[in-house]
């Protein structure tokens, strides 16, 4: 039953030579992975207002300038993932550059810096969406966690029925943001070019702090969020069509001009009109007011920035997991993580992604001014391993131009090291320490996890093994029942073809169940020795383990009873419920209970299926 549900809400699977159709064309690619760059101009715009409004109008007058430092860092680093993109074409991005240039431990830190800054990026871009939204129809300020999951819930689905659905229902909301946003703002050009600039003297809230270097470089780091989402591209280069570089680096280049030309025109006719917004509102909002009313073409404009937020987390969706399942083939992730599901898509990547997302929402009550800080220190930090692993990359190589190469890819690192510690020290109290101290947790763990494979490893090894030549004794059989039924003679016949050395337990909850039970065994299996167990406890498990202990101990035959287990299963799933799952509890404990007597016990599980 759940297993159709499943293929009725993800769709049927589909069939492995599939995954080369399923990849995306350039129109679908861009808005596969762009969303989170495109619409980083909501929240981004938003924190470099915050920013620099407490500091009055004099601040404000800032945001322009601040805008171009941050296009610039925009341009170098679409630079450099472009070089990354055709160096790199398997993807990986950062962890793959870093791993093979820097070594082990700068690639694991750049894969955990990737995975949070995913992580991140969904719950920021969700959580900004409902408030752009919420500017709209302010009843929803109250609501932002519970339409922050729902639309999360939403996302999460399309991205699990597969690449290429995915692919076209993004294609709408992005396409539908470009032309909204876009058209807003050239319409902004015209009225500045009638109309004139606006005053922010007049307009702005009073200073409640002095203009210092300090607030302006906090309100810059906070703004380069814009650049999250930059690098989403050159890991999931695999996704493009032939020719995968070709098409991912110009998919690149016209995914950063688009970029480019909205955070630069919606900051600059912000400054240029003076626009500020009130509360419970965006900047954006804001500016959508100023520029075309608060008409049908407003609410246009806030619910295509609804959508391209929302469908922002697909950058996460479609990255994530991919990174993941990278991380998990070379042993540092669990390797359920690298298995493609039924829809060729990373099935438990993106449900790992959708569940740390969850979390971090309800936490931070989907306040998006809360979550910003903490992803700006990963995102660069990952920004600034890439680029100098590449530096080593082109210095190997040694190919033509590698010198013109590096020196990009270097200035890139420069640029981009100096802005993980800009962020580090301005965001540090703002949340940023949070992000320091997870980093190298999740590092951490990798390495556990590494080890633990590791070790599996070693002890599965064939190496050293000499020949056995012991004879394996005969089994001796322990079948625990409930009383004498179909299930009970399926178990017992089964036994019989095994051995002939059975012993049949009891486990006696109700005083004198037991004795009841030995005059109806005798009837059908007199040949078969029925102990019963007394349970004081009521427990089923403990004197089932007591009673193999002590057997095996009495034997001493060098090996431990193996235990036939009758297990009914019902006619639909639904009805386990109604069944207390002794059998299931029996194998788990028995399972994952440590050797005894340097023996392991064999559980050999007899179902018997009822027909309803």
Request: net charge positive; aromatic share 10%.
């Amino acid at each position: 039953m759940l297993y159709r549900l499943w293929t009725w809400l993800v769709g049927p699977p589909l069939p492995t030579q599939e995954a080369a159709h399923a990849r995306l064309n350039k129109i679908r690619a861009l808005a596969a992975f762009s969303p989170d760059a495109l619409s980083s101009i909501a929240y981004a715009n938003q924190e470099i207002f915050l920013g620099l409004v407490a500091m009055g109008s004099l601040g404000l007058s800032y945001s322009f300038p601040i805008g171009l430092g941050i296009t610039s860092l925009l341009a170098v680093v679409a630079i450099s993932y472009y070089q990354t993109i055709h160096a790199y074409p398997s993807g990986g991005g950062s962890y793959i550059v870093a791993r093979e240039n820097l070594g082990e431990l700068p690639g694991l830190v750049a894969g955990g810096a990737l995975l949070i800054d995913y992580v991140l990026t969904a719950a920021v871009s969700l959580t900004a969406g409902v408030e752009a939204i919420a500017s709209a129809f302010p009843f929803l300020w109250s609501y932002r966690v519970e339409a922050a999951l729902f639309l999360l819930a939403v996302i999460t689905l399309i991205n699990l029925r597969g690449v290429k659905e995915a692919g076209t229902v993004m294609s709408l909301p992005v396409y539908l943001f470009l032309f909204t946003y876009l058209g807003m703002l050239a319409f902004g050009l015209i009225r500045a070019l009638l109309e004139g600039p606006g005053d922010l003297s007049v307009v702005a809230p009073a200073a409640i702090e002095p203009l210092s270097l300090f607030l302006i470089l906090r309100a810059f780091a906070s703004g380069s969020t814009a650049l999250t989402g930059v690098e989403a591209i050159s890991n999931g280069v695999p996704a493009f069509r032939k020719p995968e570089s070709h098409n991912a680096g110009r998919t690149l280049i016209v995914m950063a001009l688009l970029m480019g030309a909205l955070f630069l025109g919606s900051l600059g006719l912000t400054q240029y009109f003076a626009v500020v917004a009130g509360p419970q509102e965006t900047i954006l909002s804001a500016l959508a007011r100023r520029l075309v009313g608060s008409g049908p073409v407003y609410y246009l404009v806030q619910t295509s920035t609804l959508l391209i937020l929302t469908v922002a987390a697909n950058t996460s969706f479609a990255d994530f997991p991919r990174v993941a399942s990278i991380l998990a083939r070379d042993g540092y992730l669990p390797r359920q993580l690298s298995n493609l599901g039924d829809r060729l898509v990373f099935g438990n990547g993106m449900l790992l992604l959708a569940g740390d997302t969850t979390l971090l929402v309800v936490l931070f009550g989907g306040d998006s001014h809360l979550l910003v800080p903490l992803f700006a220190v990963g995102a660069f930090m990952a920004f600034t391993l890439s680029q100098s692993g590449m530096v080593v990359h082109w210095r190997r190589k040694n190919g033509p131009g590698w010198q013109v190469k590096s020196l990009l890819n270097g200035f890139g690192a420069l640029v981009t090291g100096t802005m993980v510690m800009v962020v580090v020290v301005s965001k540090f109290t703002h949340g940023a320490w949070i992000t320091l101290l997870l980093i190298p947790s999740l590092v951490w763990s990798f390495y556990q996890i590494k080890n633990h494979y590791r070790r599996v490893a070693e002890q599965l090894s064939l190496h050293g093994l000499p020949p056995s030549l012991q004879p394996v004794p005969r089994l001796r059989l322990v079948v625990p029942v409930s009383g004498v039924h179909r299930a009970t003679i399926e178990a017992i016949n089964y036994a019989r073809a095994l051995s002939d050395k059975i012993t049949a337990v009891y486990i006696e909850i109700e005083p004198g169940s037991g004795e009841k039970l030995r005059a109806r065994w005798k009837q059908w299996f007199p040949d078969i020795t029925l102990v019963v167990e007394p349970s004081p406890y009521r427990s089923v498990i403990s004197p089932l383990l007591e009673f193999l202990d002590r057997t095996d101990r009495e034997h001493n035959d060098g090996t431990l009873a193996a235990l036939v287990l009758p297990e009914i299963v019902p006619a639909r799933g639904w009805q386990g419920l109604l069944h207390n799952q002794t059998a299931w509890l029996i194998k788990t404990t028995l399972l994952y209970r440590r050797r005894s007597q340097g023996y392991q016990r064999v559980i050999i599980d007899v179902p018997y299926h009822l027909k309803k």
